[in-house]
């Protein structure tokens, strides 16, 4: 595959390459050393050079004054530490010192110095070597977040190891740094050991913590510098990668700038040539995000449809409070997969239709009419006798429509201009088709609105779609979080947004977790089904009396194998239209319901802080649809455990929710934890808060003898729908 | 002892009281019921009485309708949710469902309609039954949380038993709630099991972590509702108390509004009289903060001299800035204990100081001239020879000095007008005296101060101050998380206080901790002496050429032993003056260096977000000393670690830094780690990332293959000195 696009490819000068050009005999106005170095580069094809920014010398003397000191010698210290002072006083380095020079700078302390250095001579980006231990991550990254704030422009990128390739070999070893000069600055130790052995998967597996290291490092780097987004990561390839990617996929949530590829990555093939370790191809591949690229260049497919949408945040669309414009009909009609299905369902749906006499349907919110012409194509097809009542409430659209009825349609439909929740319909429809989905189903108030075009649906009606259900999954995303965040208000972390996910890692993994209680990767919440078997509605007007059936609460456990940090929730949606012909971005089975769909993102639901989960932690999240007379809105809330193995069980332990959605059933719990939420009242928690149900003696005994220890929780995002609601 | 001022005692009237009297003949214009028992209450000399507000028919009627539905015979359940639908869209009580009527209130759902009549009734606190079950709180909080933005003032206190007692018998039963009416709303069940043993203390120990469960619960419920100032808590004490209440001491840092005692908490004496469990008692005092109540009684002590400043934030004093008012020198002067010993250390110097030639002495920073007056007693009692400089830079305050040298010292004193930093003084001193200390010792910038008077003082005088340390131990406290978070902007999260600590928890514990790394309770940060022995100055002007040398940094590991909230540190300092005399304010060894003085409070240093920390877990704190040329400021931040028993060691593990301070030592570390800071190079950090030292094997081995696990972490607060810093 070509990289253009994606990549370019830069080489890199060690101190040695310099040095040996420097000796060569050259012209008296010839290049400079490195001058001419880059400008052999630019000839074989390189985008850019890297190279080191000072020269031994340089670390000599400051090797001298600041770090030699012996503590017995006092004399000499003494004489350091002066030697220090006058430097710190007035720093800066001499000629001899740097390998790239026009001029001279004088800034603060080393670091600083450097950095100064690299910004006067117009460096786009510093590559700094790896803290030198994890004991010393926290200082470390203080500095780097200090030389952030003092610099305007340069980007900082931190050379890490992909994971400490030492523990392949089952013990802790020092590791081999890639190379002598392995960034901007100098310093890194050379290679002493030879290549390592590629692990095999079993080992892998059971050393998968290990993997977490060095991005552990990152992650307390990155946070002390509050996720700047000048700095980056240059992510050091030499280990050779274990063929399971899954395990190197929370790099894919990070800010991968560069990838460090020293000749001694590759390896020769069976015909000698050299190539990269299998692993580390696929790896590449996955950060070069080539899926979504090479998708993104075949038409048809989400990915080129939605091209500059990946980890943009969208505002939900509000169809019922906001009239829609022509251009954003124009851009949904666009899918061919949506409404293929939509024509499918209603084709059934008459086939299956009882007696012969005219079936009577109607388009709820029928926009600018594509469901009515798929609509009059399937009743074409099935040779059934029937007749259409079109019914919108956008006075814009309405027009497109009467134009579409003279044009096209003719009598074969009746045009009703009105809100189907108070509209007066003629007749009763036998089968009503409406098209009020949103990313995460109900988001757009379907329920609310076919609530009340139920009025004018026969009882044994069929509503298409018959059912949805809403899913979740926790997230990880650098990218994401900074856009959330980046919203002018705190409104802005606690709204969800439709995104087309790209640098994004789903935390949870399948499997009961420790505990053996936890769910899926992707969990459903609730459902919701029409016509409602449970309607209870006023006599007079036909309408629910109140909302409160509408709604929901649910409570998932999720299994988290690999340490991640939670930035939000993953939204999914899917929908039966009618039999087996639905709708679905639910990521394991879009392909098998309706593959190459193009209407919907997925939801993402932000957290305001980045919540830390170790590797085989547990996460909690509840979240609730809740609703007054005005407004619908989501509240979310999650939080952590860890499984302490061969501790003693305390009262401490938390038995994880059942893995079903709460549903609407009403066998389920009692009013505030049941679904749909009822009435609240606290005598009906006014039990045992330590009876069987929160304490059973099972959970003691999971994993053997294990127990869950709470670690850590969120705040409770959007109450009372402060900061994001629907409007009703 | 007496709680006529610490408490107000209140007595509660079940539905079976109330029921009984309103069967008993009454006058036609009788009070009703209720008001009756309330009358008899206030003659018997309670203060508040407590009552449910509700009636048996209310409960019937709700649980009928919302809780009843069986989800098999449908149609009965239709009937009772038309029922439930017809009271949601019009929610009201019968007259016969209250208490205690005067008239009728229409509000949304129960708890809401319950507490907006109690609103109604003007009734101050609504007492709530605790949560059904671990499983629930989130949504039993979210509904509180609801209520208490729904509701202007009415306060909310959830009643939690102080723990689960039914641990105290080794295995999980449920346990019994207090009593049938315990609260203002109905359905606690009634006990059905007799009394609880009290534990013994090995018992207690092992189990310790059972006690968390409920404030755990507390924590999830008050966390959800963001720590409203309206939330608080009633706490049950039935189950009989540990006499080691330290493990109780979490609650200290809560907002306890009620303690809820019914007889049947009360045990007989072998007099036969009612009397309260021991471990209840001492627990009732603590929480009535008797000792500091009772100490504030009694003069001379700080609780007295303070009063009124309990658990009020403070900004630090800015001497150097600001030139302060008379008034406060004069609060400072009252401090006896302070200015003897100033006058002992003074003594014991002039004392030791060798040869017969008069001595030289100076005062630095005399403000209205205490430690002039000192000076010249010690010199008098000493039988020396010597005279005093007295340098001040604040006009104000010389004045005064001008005043009291003409009437009282006359030419055994010589005045200097002038910063000490810069002013000349006519001979260099033997002895150099001053207070410049503050709450964590040097963040008055005393350090800074004393290198300018360094000019003056001979290489072998006395420095008295001679050195001082700063302290730091991680705490608890709502009240104080509240507090630091009221200010107006976000720098208030960011600023360090002055507090004197009162509702506040130390979470940490003595010990090495499950990884025998930690240090003890409270630990030693960093160390400044007078004079230096490293100094380093421009021979011009006798200054240091930069402030480097004053820069500290330290990094410490507490051991956790009770699950806590983490809400900030609290900074104390300890000073040698000369010899074995000293001034100190460290919680341990403050009474034996100096009982009772008065002039400083502890410091505190909040976090932004509130930091769970589960039982036996390890908090790594880093704090840094930072200055340039104009300012000195402080940046904190924290980390948590948890140790997983019997897990297989991986290249995670951390190895916590030694407890010793990183004092002012060139041994340790490099240029980022060790103390003081030096000049900051990346190279230095350049080494394998995973060397031995941070993954020594003896951490793998600690606790029996054990090892620390990355649980969460804070931000860094106040990078660069944003939001707080010390003016030089």
């Not at 001029?103 to 980006?125: C, D, H, K």
């Not at 939000?568 to 190459?596: Q, T």
């Amino acid at each position: 595959m070509s990289w253009e696009n994606a990549a370019s490819i830069s080489t890199l000068f060690s101190l040695e390459d310099i040095t040996k050009v420097a000796k060569e005999p050259r012209k008296p106005n010839a290049l400079t050393p490195v001058l001419a170095l880059s400008a052999e580069a630019r000839s074989k094809g390189y985008d850019l050079v890297c190279l080191p920014l000072t020269t031994e010398k340089w670390k000599k003397r400051w090797t001298e004054m600041c770090l030699l000191p012996s503590g017995v010698d006092s004399d000499a210290d003494m004489a350091a530490e002066q030697r220090a002072e006058a430097w710190r006083a007035k720093p800066g380095f001499l000629l001899e010192e740097v390998t790239y020079n026009t001029a001279r700078s004088r800034v603060g302390v080393a670091l600083q110095q450097e950095l100064a250095y690299a910004s006067y001579l117009n460096i786009p980006t510093a590559i700094l070597p790896p803290p030198r231990s994890r004991e010393h991550v926290s200082s470390y990254a203080r500095t780097i977040h200090a030389c952030l704030k003092s610099s305007s422009y340069i980007h900082l990128s931190i050379r890490l190891p992909i994971y400490n390739p030492s523990v392949l070999e089952g013990r802790l070893t020092p590791m081999t740094s890639p190379s002598s000069s392995g960034g901007l600055l100098p310093g890194s130790p050379t290679p002493s050991t030879p290549r390592l052995v590629v692990p095999d998967d079993r080992r892998t597996e059971t050393t998968s913590g290990n993997l977490d290291a060095t991005w552990e490092m990152w992650d307390v780097i990155r946070s002390i510098c509050d996720y700047n987004t000048r700095l980056s990561l240059t992510l050091d390839l030499t280990p050779p990668l274990p063929i399971k990617s899954s395990l190197l996929s929370k790099w894919k949530a990070e800010p991968i700038r560069h990838l460090f590829l020293p000749s001694s990555t590759f390896i020769a093939n069976t015909k000698g040539y050299p190539v990269l370790p299998k692993g580390t191809q696929s790896f590449i591949r996955e950060s070069m995000t080539a899926s979504i690229f090479q998708a993104a260049m075949t038409s048809g497919t989400v990915e080129n449809f939605a091209q500059g949408y990946q980890d943009y945040l969208q505002a939900p669309l509000q169809p019922l409070m906001d009239n829609l414009q022509s251009v954003t009909y124009q851009t949904f009609e666009q899918d061919p997969v949506k409404y293929h299905n939509y024509e499918e369902a209603i084709f059934q749906a008459l086939v299956d239709w009882p007696g012969e006499e005219k079936i009577i349907m109607c388009v709820a919110g029928a926009g600018r009419g594509p469901l009515v012409a798929r609509s009059l194509s399937a009743i074409e097809r099935s040779g059934r006798d029937a007749f259409i009542y079109v019914v919108e409430k956008n006075p814009n659209a309405y027009i497109t429509l009467q134009g579409r009825k003279e044009a096209e349609w003719g009598d074969k439909v009746t045009l009703l201009f009105g809100d189907m929740r108070f509209i007066e319909v003629p007749e009763k429809a036998d089968i009503l088709i409406s098209e009020l989905l949103g990313s995460f189903g109900d988001n757009e108030l379907s329920p609310e609105c076919l609530d009340g075009a139920m009025r004018f649906l026969k009882p044994d009606g069929i509503s298409i779609p018959s059912s949805y259900t809403a899913h979740l999954a926790p997230l990880s995303s650098s990218k994401l979080y900074n856009e959330a965040r980046a919203g002018k208000d705190d409104k802005s972390v606690e709204t969800p947004y439709v995104v087309m996910f790209q640098a994004v890692n789903i935390l949870s993994g399948d499997g009961g977790g420790t505990s053996g209680h936890c769910g899926p990767q992707i969990q459903e919440c609730w459902e919701f089904e029409h016509p409602r078997r449970d309607a209870v509605v006023d006599e007079r007007t036909g309408l629910p009396l109140t909302n409160s059936h509408n709604a929901r609460s649910a409570t998932m456990d999720f299994f988290i194998p690999h340490a991640g940090v939670l930035h939000g929730l993953a939204g999914y949606f899917e929908a039966v239209l009618y039999g087996n012909i639905g709708l679905s971005i639910h990521p394991h089975r879009k392909d098998r319901i309706s593959k190459d769909m193009l209407s919907w993102f997925p939801l993402f639901f932000p957290f305001k802080d980045p919540l830390y989960l170790p590797s085989n932690s547990e996460l909690k999240v509840s979240i609730w649809r809740l609703t007054n007379q005005r407004q619908v809105w989501y509240e979310w809330h999650a939080e952590a455990f860890l499984n302490i193995l061969g501790a003693p069980p305390t009262d401490n332990d938390v038995v994880p929710s059942p893995r079903s959605a709460s549903g609407n059933s009403f066998a389920n719990g009692g009013p505030l934890f049941g679904s749909p939420v009822r009435s609240p009242s606290p005598f009906v928690d006014s039990n045992d808060p330590f009876d069987r149900r929160s304490f059973r003696n099972e959970s003691l005994d999971a994993g053997g003898g294990s127990r869950l220890v709470k670690i850590s929780q969120t705040s409770l995002h959007n109450p009372g729908g402060r900061s994001s609601w629907i409007g009703l």
